[in-house]
Every structure is written in C-alpha cells, then in structure tokens.
C-alpha cells in the first residue's frame, strides 16, 4: 500500500477495518491505484434520464456487461450502478473490479422542481452482490432534502456497521436555487459540507462556477476575498470545505461534451486544485468503445501527472 493511500485511510480512523479495506479497495484498484485519485465509472442514467436518451448513441451500452468491460478495460478504479444493472453484470465478472450499488434513484417522467428519489436497493444487496460501497444522491435546496438527509445517515450507519463505505451524490436543486444557483461555488460547497456532515466517505459534486447564489454568502466572499476566479481556485474551495481536505471529493462528468479538450482542462482544473478525482458516465460510454476507453485513459493521464 503507496504512502498516499495510508494517509487518506487515516482520515477515516473512526470506521472499522473492514470499511476502510473496502476504502483501500477503491483506492488501490486500475490505472491510478495507490496515487489518491479516482475516477468512476457511474451508469445509473439509464434509470435517470431513460434507455434511448443514455444509450442510443452507442446501443452497446443497453447491455449490462458492456459496463463492466468499459470500466476494466480503461482501468478505472470502480464501476457504479443501480440494481438491476449490477445484478445482471456481476456473476460475469467477479472480483474483477470494485462495484458501488446505487441505493436510490429518480426518473423524470415527473420531473418535479423539490424531487424526492426512491429507495431501489439495501446494503444487503449490495452485500451479496461483493460490493465494496452504497452510493445515495441527495438533493440540498429540495423541500424534500430532510428525508433524504436522514435517509442518508441511516443507510452510512448500516453500511459502516456490515463494513461497507458510503457514497453521497450530493447535488443542489430545488425551487428556491435558480438553474445558475446549482452550480453556484457557495451553493456546491454547502453541498459537499453537507455531505460530508452526513458521514460520506466519498462525495460527488457538479464543478462549481463563479456565481455565488445566496445573498448572505456574497458578503462573506466579498469581506473575505475567498479565491474563485479560476476553476482550480473553485475545486479548492469545494476540497476545503469537506473537512479542509480529509473527505474524498470528485467531480461530476456531466453530459457529453462536444469538446473533448474543454473536458481535459476541466480535469486539469480539478487536479490542480486538489480534487481527486471525476466520475464519468456519459462522456465515457456514449462513444464507441475504443473511443471510450482513450477517453478515459486521456483523462487517467491528467490525474497521473503524465499528460500535462
């Protein structure tokens, strides 16, 4: 085990052996193994978004197992999905990467302003399937968010007890933020705070922009002078506000880009600001395979310090 991995493990003292093993497992697996960065492969859109909208543009991906060699093949650290997906695609490739099963998902045949996501699956299953984490988003700025909230915490303490680690999906949206307050830097911080306070071992953000949503927290920047200009400045801000540092933070992949240079230098931007990492859907499996895998390793590369 690398220095770097020994040290983001004792962050996490309070959890037992064998959550952090499965920290280490995460940690240590495919291309960035042992360096503390990550990048996920997560295919919950299919329940998110709908099969055409996530998988016409490469029908490989409606197959389950397409997933799985995408992940291996690119050498990503871990491979995330709902249920169903990891139950078909799991018996296939045993032991071959650490898996996160999604424990709630949302669809947007009602796509309401507060959304509330299902439960879809249990720690158990997440279990029996060899999981090595529970995944659960939750939406801060939803009239619906306390449910979530304690929702969140019941899942972490069950997890952490049957030596699991937790995830948190933790994305603003709600009535009362504006479209730009999602991604607002005061707005993403809150978010990786909260998730953070909820006992997420990993969280996952939007990249923030410069706007700053609340008008309380535009004083506190203005007075301050909190750096935010630059999108390295921004991720370091997010990285601060997850306990100075010591909670893993990655960043959303977002839908697919029309240029995939613009990507690159926002992966650029993440690790010069001491991010760890991205989590990567459909940027990734909405290309042909070849394609995908380069993309991947093209990113891989950024985070490794091999591709400047």
Known sequence: MTERTKAILGWYASDNPGTRTNLARLLNHGRLGGTGKLVILPVDQGFEH????????????????????????????????????????????????????KLNNHDVLHDEKDPLSAVTGSVDDA????????????????????????????????????????????YPRGSDLSKEGETAIDVVTYAAQIAAQLGAHIIKVKLPSTHVELKEAQKVYQKHHIPIETLADRVRHVVQSAFNGKRIVIFSGGPKSENDEAFFNEVRGIRDGGGFGSIIGRNSFQRQPAEGQAFLRTVMGIYAGEIQ
């Not at 995408?70 to 990467?97: D, S, T």
């Not at 060899?130 to 995944?135: L, R």
């Open 50 to 101: 709908g099969p055409a909208r996530s998988f016409a543009p490469n029908p490989a991906g409606y197959d389950p197992d397409y997933h799985f060699q995408l992940a291996l093949e690119a050498g990503c650290n871990a491979y995330a999905a709902p249920l169903g997906f990891l139950e078909a695609g799991a018996p296939n490739f045993l032991g071959e990467i650490p898996l996160i099963l």
């Open 127 to 170: 279990l029996r399937l060899g999981c090595a984490a529970v995944g659960f988003t939750i939406y801060p700025g939803s009239t619906q968010a306390q449910t979530m909230y304690e929702q969140a915490r019941e899942i972490a303490k069950e997890a952490k007890s049957k030596g699991l680690a937790m995830v948190l999906w933790s």
